[in-house]
């Protein structure tokens, strides 16, 4: 799959970002119903590499990040690329266009990409009426965040409104505070605006455990644009409402090393290769306070099964990806997770789990917090 991907990848590139997006996943979705195309998609069949977080049982630890599919309408096909769960979303509790565009570029060069996509998105309702269309074989995760237009004052209701009409349809539940491309949204990472929106998260999740009969893991994302100050106040209010993970990171308004890049100029968030250092580095920030307390999902520029096992080694239980997707195609997760299954088997351990704890002890830098 990663060779035929890489036949048509020029061909794509040389449309516009957005629009070769969609064509690529319409045809993936229509390519998708013919018997054994799911199969190929997956190439060398990925191994089993179980890992248990948050209590939901994930069949690997590789999964999508938010973004991607925001209106929950390409799960079974994401499925098939062999991802050990889905981050769906973000989802805002009324429809929305968001930017104008264009809002998504690509730098081939420095496998990056700059989007101001702006939270666009069909709303909550019509959201779930596609959850309702499939069933998918992995765990869930609903990434929800607030409508542009809401007043900053008023935020907290916006997350309440989505986390309650999403509660019943995920494994686990993010809340989004930290996307660059929707004004004044990453003040919700401040002390204040988070104490209050973590205080009235988890009294929900309280009142919706009792009312579905099933409790709901709440993740929160950050930005990596956060000095240490913040991420170890982000690090106590997470421990203090008891939030069931963290998840490091989002994209950077930074543009480390793309002096002369011209489009790294675009206004938005920068994802992929640039970005790995940048996130790995919160990571270890973050697992220096939380030391294991409560678990991280990595995301940032993983491209390969080593950047993915130095999230890990840095403090991280589950990762995610996106831009490798767009740079390397679907069997990219599956090449991941085989060398993940390698790793463990080279620290000789029965489970990844077990041989991320044997290297990080034997990691003089990656999981006490020092740089
Ligand atoms: C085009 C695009 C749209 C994204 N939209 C969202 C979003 O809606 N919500 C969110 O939490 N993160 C969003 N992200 C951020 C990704 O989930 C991820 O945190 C980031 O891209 C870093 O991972 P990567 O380097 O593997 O791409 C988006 C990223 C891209 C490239």
Redesign the pocket.
């Known amino acids: 799959m990663c060779r035929l991907y890489k036949l048509i990848q020029p061909l794509l590139f040389r449309l516009d ?1 957005e629009a070769s ?1 969609r064509l690529a996943f319409g045809a993936l979705r229509a390519l998708n119903y013919l018997p054994g195309f799911s199969r190929c998609l997956r190439g060398a069949r990925a191994p089993g590499l179980p890992v248990e977080v948050m209590g939901i049982k994930f069949p690997n630890p590789v999964g999508l ?4 599919d ?1 209106n929950a309408e390409y799960a079974p096909l994401l499925a098939a690329f062999g991802f050990g769960f889905l ?1 769906l ?2 989802v805002t509790p009324r429809p929305q266009p968001g930017n104008p565009k264009p809002r ?1 570029f690509r730098l081939p060069a420095a496998h ?4 101001r ?1 702006g ?1 666009n ?1 069909v709303g909550v309702a019509l959201f779930l009426n596609n959850v309702y269309q499939w069933e998918c074989p992995c765990p869930i995760g609903i ?1 929800i ?1 607030k409508n542009k237009d809401t007043p900053l004052e008023n935020a907290v209701d916006d997350y309440l409104a989505a986390l309650r009409a999403v509660y019943p349809h995920a494994s686990y539940v ?1 809340v ?1 505070i ?2 660059p ?1 929707t004004p004044g949204l990453r003040e919700m990472q401040s002390q204040e605006n988070l104490d209050e929106l973590l205080r009235a998260i988890k009294a929900d999740q309280t009142t919706l455990t009792r009312i579905h009969g099933r409790y709901v893991p709440l993740a929160v ?1 950050i930005a990596p644009d956060l000095d240490d100050v913040q991420i170890a106040a982000i690090a106590a209010l997470a421990q203090a409402h008891k939030i069931d993970a963290v ?1 490091a ?3 950077t308004v930074a543009r480390p090393g793309l002096e002369q890049a011209p489009l790294a100029k675009e206004a938005g ?1 920068l ?3 640039p ?2 250092a940048l ?1 790995t580095a919160v990571i270890r920030k973050l697992y220096a306070h939380l030391q294991g307390k409560i678990p991280i999902i990595g ?5 390969t099964a080593e950047d993915a096992w130095e999230k890990l080694v840095a403090g991280a239980e589950l990762v ?7 740079y390397e195609g679907p069997g990219v997760v599956g090449k991941i997770v085989h060398g993940l299954a390698q790793k463990t088997a080279m620290w000789g351990a029965a489970t990844l789990t077990e041989a991320v704890a044997k290297a990080r002890l034997n990691s003089p830098n990656s999981a006490n917090g020092q740089d």
């Not at 990056?112 to 989007?115: E, L």
């Not at 995301?299 to 491209?303: A, H, L, Q, R, T």
């Not at 995610?320 to 767009?326: F, G, M, P």
């Open positions: 970002a997006h990040a938010a973004g991607l925001k981050e979303g973000t998504l990056a990409i700059v989007n996509m939270f998105n990434n965040g993010t989004n930290s996307s491309n994302k998840i990171t989002n994209t968030g994802s992929g290769r970005l790995k996130s995301v940032g520029g993983i491209e995610q990806i996106y831009s490798a997707l767009v």
